[in-house]
């Protein structure tokens, strides 16, 4: 359901609060405008809260890639942020700033919050022509990348990739404008976009980029969950290899076993990965979400 929140991108470098107040104000009244600090040049992004669904709305489609300011680099993207609770977004001025990524105490350990931030995230439906230098250049808008690695060898429709960026609160600015939002031509809907389940060494690397195998040794707390999932709404002629390709992505996938005997539209499997952290990340980017071909519905 559209909210009152609006996520504007592409802005002139250092546009003021009063700016964007004095150019939206003309479709409803603003209760808040939040400029994001810090950010790249040419990469300036904010939010503005309307009092009204109605306006929010009515400011999206007279603006969206329509209204440019003085000095930015092209039309600006006008959005509804995904995030639409009350007040700044997770990204307040405070807390804007990479935080230092030093080690704490005489032993060099990582802090606590670093050890547990995100900063790398998962985009699934992308076109299958999408190239490093698109994604950099779409999600930068959101604060530094750092890396990016697109899956070479998927399916057709199947492509993926990992972003990771300097800052968890610039990662979490990007799940929540792109999600469900997103659409990159030559994709055919939107993407999906959730916080990558392995943040590799403190979310920078991903397995696929160390050339490493998927299978990653358990941690305290992790080695206790489910491996198996339970996969249904399939498509009647599914196959192991159909499935080990579309679960493969998530991790190392040991065993899938189909049911036989389904009736026509019923058809379902389960799939068990190497470890309980893969099979996670599966079913967050998958639970219907994922359409394989010949269904109808995820």
């Known amino acids: 359901m559209a909210g009152r929140r609006l996520f504007v991108g592409s802005l002139p470098d250092g546009i003021a609060d009063i700016t964007l107040r004095a150019t939206f104000q003309q479709y ?61 977004p997770r990204t307040p001025p405070a807390a804007a700033a990479p935080q230092p990524r030093t080690a704490a105490g005489a032993a060099g350990q990582a802090t606590p919050r670093e050890a547990v931030q995100p900063r790398k995230i998962h985009i699934g439906s992308l ?58 031509p030559g994709s055919i809907k939107p993407c999906e976009v959730v916080m990558a389940r392995n943040q590799g060494t403190l979310g920078q690397q991903s397995p696929e980029r160390a050339g490493a195998s998927h299978v990653r040794p358990p941690h305290a707390g992790v080695a206790q969950g489910p491996r198996k999932l339970l996969i249904g709404s399939l498509p009647d002629d599914v196959t192991d290899e159909m499935l080990r390709e579309t679960f493969g992505q998530y991790g190392t996938v040991v065993e899938t076993f189909i049911k036989d005997g389904c009736m026509p539209g019923r058809q379902w499997a389960f799939v068990t990965f190497a470890t309980a952290t893969d099979a996670a990340s599966a079913k967050i980017a998958t639970d219907r979400i994922l359409v394989m071909p010949g269904c109808d519905k995820p």
């Open 28 to 88: 409803g009244h603003i209760e808040t405008v939040f400029v994001k600090p810090d950010c790249e040049p040419g990469q300036q992004c904010a939010f503005v809260t309307f009092a009204t669904p109605e306006q929010a709305m009515h400011a999206k489609a007279s603006t969206d890639r329509v209204l440019r300011f003085p000095g930015a680099p092209k039309e600006c993207e006008v959005m509804f942020a995904r995030n639409q609770a009350g007040g700044p």
């Open 127 to 184: 076109p299958d022509d999408i190239s490093e230098e698109m994604l950099r250049e779409e999600f930068a808008r959101f604060g530094p990348v750092t890396d990016v690695h697109v899956r070479h060898d998927c399916g057709p429709g199947r492509k993926w990739a990992f972003v990771t960026f300097e800052s968890p609160d610039d990662a979490v600015l990007a799940k929540e404008c792109t999600d469900k939002e997103l659409m990159f």
